[in-house]
């Protein structure tokens, strides 16, 4: 079965600042699907970028990247410029491709709090 | 798109109760999931549905818990003879989906207190 890991229960980081949240995953699939999702204290979980296995280039949306890293199973965001409105849990999720086996299998989250 | 509807927000029971907790999807969208998170955890997951069928359910998914989604629309899940050990968030989530890269659409989730 798949795992996720994230190794940093909290961070904090100044505002405007960049802050890089880690994630490693254990896997024997070749190809699979990797997400980073944001629960804001309202908990509505909202997904923030996602990343094909087999794609080599990392993926962008705004001021979020990630920087995967397919031999060493780790998935990192990247957010740039913080801002207030990222305080939140962000959790790093894995899914196979396998019919009957899509499920998302979740971290166990890291809190990001933003510094004025 | 209104967005995935959970109800009731908020669900307190004495153990022992049943309780049945509702979805109500983005209109078509053909998967619903249903996941678990407690706190300081990451959402484990439950089960899943595509369109009416179920297709995977979790080993955490005792025989007191079962799920349904009749005719491919709302879900139910419904919890019998209640313990402490449930007290959680139950979340739903909702996907069109195309491929595995589909994203999914959470509700705000159900907060079960088993007194």
């Known amino acids: 079965a798949q795992t996720v890991t994230q190794s940093q229960p909290e961070m904090s980081v100044q505002e405007a600042e960049t802050v890089t949240l880690s994630c490693t995953y254990d896997t024997s699939e070749s190809d699979y699907y990797l997400f980073w999702y944001k629960q804001p204290p309202s908990r509505q979980m909202i997904l923030v970028i996602r990343q094909e296995a087999y794609k080599q280039q990392n993926a962008t949306e705004n001021r979020f990247s990630v920087n995967f890293q397919k031999a060493a199973k780790s998935f990192s965001l990247k957010i740039s410029d913080s801002q207030l409105g990222d305080a939140a849990m962000y959790f790093c999720a894995y899914r196979s491709p396998n019919f009957g086996n899509e499920k998302l299998t979740f971290g166990t989250g890291t809190r990001l709090t933003i510094i004025p | 798109d209104t967005g995935v509807s959970q109800n009731p927000r908020h669900k307190i029971t004495k153990r022992g109760q049943n309780v049945t907790f509702r979805c109500d999807p983005i209109s078509e969208h053909n998967r619903l999931y249903w996941y678990r998170q407690t706190l300081g955890q990451g959402p484990e997951f439950l089960t899943y549905f595509q369109n009416e069928a179920q297709l995977e359910k979790s080993r955490l998914l005792s025989d007191r818990f079962s799920a349904e989604r009749p005719k491919g629309s709302f879900s139910t899940l419904e919890i019998q003879r209640t313990e402490q050990g449930d007290s959680a968030m139950y979340l739903c989530?909702?996907?069109?989906?195309?491929?595995?890269?589909?994203?999914?659409?959470f509700g705000n989730g159900t907060r079960l207190t088993v007194t």
């Open positions: 989530a909702s996907s069109l989906w195309v491929n595995p890269n589909s994203p999914l659409h």
